[in-house]
């Protein structure tokens, strides 16, 4: 299983990017993926996850409204549409994936796959 994360760079606020997480030895369909963040010298956390399946979602609260998270099954991968970016939403960004879905969907500990993350520097 891999996962190649891209789309970060430098935006200011109130701009949109759109990350993507390109998967490859799974289905995108049929495992759960999340995207997580870390900012430095802070813990890494969740933002949002899709789960597989009936693609339901689940955001962080400090994203809701702002941020979308979809997949594209015929292209197998994962998106995040981030709008309304803030300064607070810089961090390293990070793609997981796991087969089925974990009641505990917001903690690390249940994601066995991570992309190597994507930088998403938010600055006027």
């Known amino acids: 299983v891999q996962l190649q994360a891209s789309g970060g760079g430098l935006v200011q606020p109130g701009g949109s990017l759109r990350l993507s997480c390109a998967a490859s030895g799974l289905t995108v369909r049929t495992w759960s993926e999340v995207w997580f963040r870390q900012a430095p010298g802070k813990e890494r956390e969740f933002v949002a996850a899709?789960?597989?399946?009936?693609?339901?979602?689940r955001y962080a609260d400090s994203v809701k409204g702002r941020f979308t998270i979809s997949r594209d099954n015929a292209k197998n991968t994962v998106y995040l549409q981030m709008n309304g970016l803030k300064d607070e939403d810089t961090a390293f960004y990070y793609c997981?994936?796991?087969?089925?879905?974990?009641?505990?969907?917001?903690?690390?500990?249940?994601?066995?796959?991570w992309g190597q993350g994507t930088q998403v520097t938010v600055s006027s």
């Open positions: 997981a994936a796991r087969p089925g879905w974990a009641i505990q969907y917001m903690s690390t500990a249940n994601y066995h796959y």
């Open positions: 899709i789960r597989e399946m009936n693609g339901a979602t």
